[in-house]
């Protein structure tokens, strides 16, 4: 079922969206050579607890950490550790809040040091590709609407789109209904209505789309180890369109 959330529930959603977006700011500065990703999960739960909220990963059917770290390579649900940044890494930062029953998701990938051009393009891209699916989270569209707009521009770019990893449904639980894919046709899937509250994440690579869990159980990677970047936001469908409850402040995208 697809749950359509009142104006109150959706305050609630934003509330803690707006919990999610300060740590991530906080993270931000942070993630640079030299830190380790567990001082990055550290940092976060700390700031979360401190407001009052929850960091919704952790205990999430055994995730051991608050937030989700995925190094280059690593797409998503990359476990905090002693591994310590490196310039020229890509760090995926995925974080979920939980706020007095109400969830909010949101992720966005750095990079550390120098980059090379190739992975600034595939950040430049898939953050793209996040702003152009949003921008389909509106009443009478449909949700394979966002999930053709991401797979176009990421195309686009001439870079592949994680299939087996999916955006979703948010509100009173983490994960909710319905999918959101990041390819395939338009015009398919339920329609958009007000009150859909989506968190849409698209995973974009250089290579090809077909991920493998390493031996922790958690970190999905690319098959063929090139890299991996992913956006995530929530967004609340308004009548006025989408509303983004995620929205943290950063300067500059490639810093
Ligand atoms: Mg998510």
Request: one cysteine or more; hydrophobic letters at 40%.
């Amino acid at each position: 079922m697809i749950h359509l959330r009142s104006q109150k529930e959706i305050t609630a959603i934003e509330y803690a969206g707006r919990i999610l977006a300060q740590t991530l700011e906080r993270l931000i500065p942070l993630a640079k050579e030299g830190i380790s990703t567990k001082e990055l999960d550290a940092e976060a739960e700390e700031f979360i607890r401190k407001k009052g909220a929850k960091p919704a990963f952790k205990g999430y059917r055994g995730f051991p950490a608050s937030v989700c770290t995925s190094i280059n390579e690593e797409i998503v649900h990359g476990i905090p550790s002693e591994r310590r940044l490196k310039n020229g890494d890509l760090i995926s930062i995925d974080l979920g809040v939980e706020k007095d029953g109400f969830f909010a998701d949101a992720a966005l990938t750095l990079g550390v040091g120098k980059i090379g051009k190739a992975a600034q393009n595939l950040i430049k891209i898939a953050w793209l590709s996040l702003l152009n699916g949003i921008a389909k989270a509106r009443p009478g569209e449909r949700i394979s609407d966002i999930s053709h707009s991401i797979e176009q521009t990421a195309h686009k770019g001439n870079f592949s789109v994680i299939r087996e990893y999916v955006g979703h449904g948010i509100g009173t639980n983490l994960h909710e209904e319905p999918p959101i894919p990041n390819y395939g046709e338009p015009n398919k899937g339920p329609r958009i209505k007000k009150g859909m509250v989506l968190a849409i994440e698209p995973m974009l690579c250089m290579g090809s789309w077909k991920t493998e869990v390493l031996k922790d159980g958690w970190t999905v990677t690319t098959k063929d180890k090139k890299l991996s970047v992913h956006f995530e936001h929530t967004v609340a469908v308004t009548d006025d369109g989408p509303r983004i409850l995620t929205l943290w402040k950063k300067k500059n995208l490639l810093q």
